[in-house]
């Protein structure tokens, strides 16, 4: 049986170590352009959310137009209540009709 000479060994550790770097260069390039990848999924997210829209501003969004919402319904519904009163004035309409329309909701009244 041959004995392994120093340099065969030597040989034989730059054959393996060049196989090596090889392997991992290839693995270097191919992380490489997984890290563009993450960088640009991170912009895109990062795009997302600034133009995503939160509850919090959708809860005001919707309180404030419920607020326009009601100040039109309030204003309707005065004028209402005073062309009521005009046909009550003039006897246009009875005391039973003229209760029964400011009775009617969203702001209804009672008469005792």
Request: net charge neutral; glycine share 8%; charged share 40%.
């Amino acid at each position: 049986m041959k004995e392994t000479t120093n340099k065969e060994i030597l040989n034989a550790i730059l054959k393996f170590a060049g196989k090596t770097e090889k392997r991992f260069g290839g693995l270097e390039n191919r992380m490489g352009g997984f890290e563009d990848k993450m960088y640009r999924l991170e912009e895109i997210v990062g795009e997302i959310k600034t133009d995503m829209l939160t509850k919090d501003y959708i809860d005001e969004k919707m309180f404030d137009w419920r607020g326009d919402i009601m100040s039109v319904i309030k204003k309707e519904d005065n004028k209402l209540r005073e062309l009521a009163n005009i046909l009550k004035k003039k006897g246009a309409i009875s005391k039973i009709d003229f209760e029964h329309v400011f009775s009617m909701d969203p702001f209804s009244q009672i008469f005792v």
